[in-house]
């Protein structure tokens, strides 16, 4: 079986993009595998701590037995999502203890989140997860610069975000992150924003973001690592083309198929909210990404 650091390097290389879905309601599980498996596709399916404390995930281990249910190994594998150092309410998480239990459950790759500590802490925290999750033979994706969206409390205006460039990922910090921690995929913060999820904001239709495509060819070039566009609903799509030609191999999916699952399942059926993910998923898939048939080009290319 390949690992998933390999599928995502044959992504990179071959410039197509390996899309991670979201799982914040566990019934989102099955149309999710069933829809990358009809486009024969391959994708990442994930939880991030927010979750299972915010929404319905329940657990770690809730989300691994609900993917063991559905496992396809040719289409799908798990990977853990956010694992913040500290979270989007400004509390410092014991993080250690939740990559050992992901590890322990057996997800194929995890990602450490300490973005918003300083650089050395950022530096510090995710060379010790790195060290860990390569032991167990996992991948590693860590952030650097500020993806926001998931903080409690209003953002700034969007243009302002992208004008100033303040909260993106400098270009020299992410080579010396790179170079100290042996991160295997680094998540970037180039324009993309996260879905909203308090409460009051979480059915809200997101800003259709851009990406500074040029910002994003100087991190592929100084980094060479595949990168990771976390934020990935309501791109404008003729971005999502661009920075897949130019570093990124992973696109995190979470608040348009999430939305589906809540609009359908209001009439009280959990098969309607299925239905609408499952075709949200093969639309993103078919449509957005043009990435339909990869599993076979990703089999293909494992046996060279
Ligand atoms: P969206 O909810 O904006 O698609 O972002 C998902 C994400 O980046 C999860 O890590």
């Not at 904001?201 to 690592?225: P, S, V």
């Amino acid at each position: 079986m390949l690992a998933t650091k390999q599928i995502v390097d044959i992504a990179w290389n071959k410039k197509f993009v390996i899309p991670a879905f979201n799982i914040p309601y566990l019934p989102m599980m099955k149309p999710v595998i069933e829809a990358i498996r009809d486009e024969n596709s391959f994708a990442l399916v994930q939880v991030a701590r927010l979750e299972w404390e915010k929404f319905e995930s329940k657990s770690l281990k809730a989300v691994r037995d609900e993917y063991e249910c559905w496992r396809d190994e040719k289409h799908v594998r798990l990977h853990l999502d956010h694992v913040p150092a500290l979270d989007e309410d400004a509390k410092l998480v014991d993080y250690m203890p939740i990559i050992n239990e992901a590890i322990e459950l057996g997800y194929d790759s995890l990602m450490i989140d300490a973005s918003r500590l300083s650089l050395e802490e950022n530096i510090e925290v995710t060379k010790r997860v790195c060290d860990v999750a390569h032991q167990a033979g996992l991948a590693c994706e860590a952030e650097l610069g500020a993806v926001l969206g998931h903080e409690s409390g209003p953002l700034p205006p969007y243009d302002e975000i992208f004008a100033s460039g303040e909260s993106f990922t400098k270009v020299d910090e992410a080579a010396k992150f790179v170079a100290e921690t042996g991160c295997d995929w680094l998540s970037v913060a180039i324009g993309n924003i996260h879905g909203a999820i308090s409460e009051a904001t979480r059915g809200q239709t997101k800003i259709a973001a851009r990406l500074d495509i040029q910002h994003l060819k100087e991190l592929k070039d100084i980094t060479n690592i595949p990168l990771v566009l976390h934020g990935g609903s309501g791109i404008r799509n003729e971005y999502i083309i661009e920075a897949i030609k130019n570093g990124i191999a992973k696109i995190n999916v979470g608040t348009e198929i999430r939305q589906a699952y809540e609009k359908g399942r209001e009439t009280g059926d959990i098969e309607a909210g299925r239905k609408a993910v499952y075709l949200k998923t093969r639309e993103i898939i078919k449509e957005h990404y043009m990435i339909s048939g990869t599993a076979d080009i990703i089999s293909t290319a494992g046996k060279e």
